[in-house]
């Protein structure tokens, strides 16, 4: 669920995380202040919705993600990042 960038204090406040994965470059954002101590952060080029979709095909072996359903670019950029950090 995509959430406008005003609202996301209030989201994260209602989620309470215990994990926050971020690419480097949101890491400085107020609305991420209070989940610093859980906060992990990746190299930009990792989350670059650009080169999601092609990572993800080749890690699932397929020539395109669209075999899965349709994928907006921040939705594959959010998988991609939700699998590097697993593995």
Known sequence: QEIAANDLAAELARL???EVLLPDRLYGQPAFTP???VVQTF???RVASNSAAAR???RYG???IGVFGAFSR???AALALLIDYVD
């Open 35 to 37: 989940y610093r101590s």
């Open 62 to 64: 397929v020539s395109d």
């Open 43 to 45: 190299a930009d080029a």
């Open 56 to 58: 993800l095909a080749t």
């Open 74 to 76: 921040a939705e594959a």
């Open 16 to 18: 309470e995380p215990r």
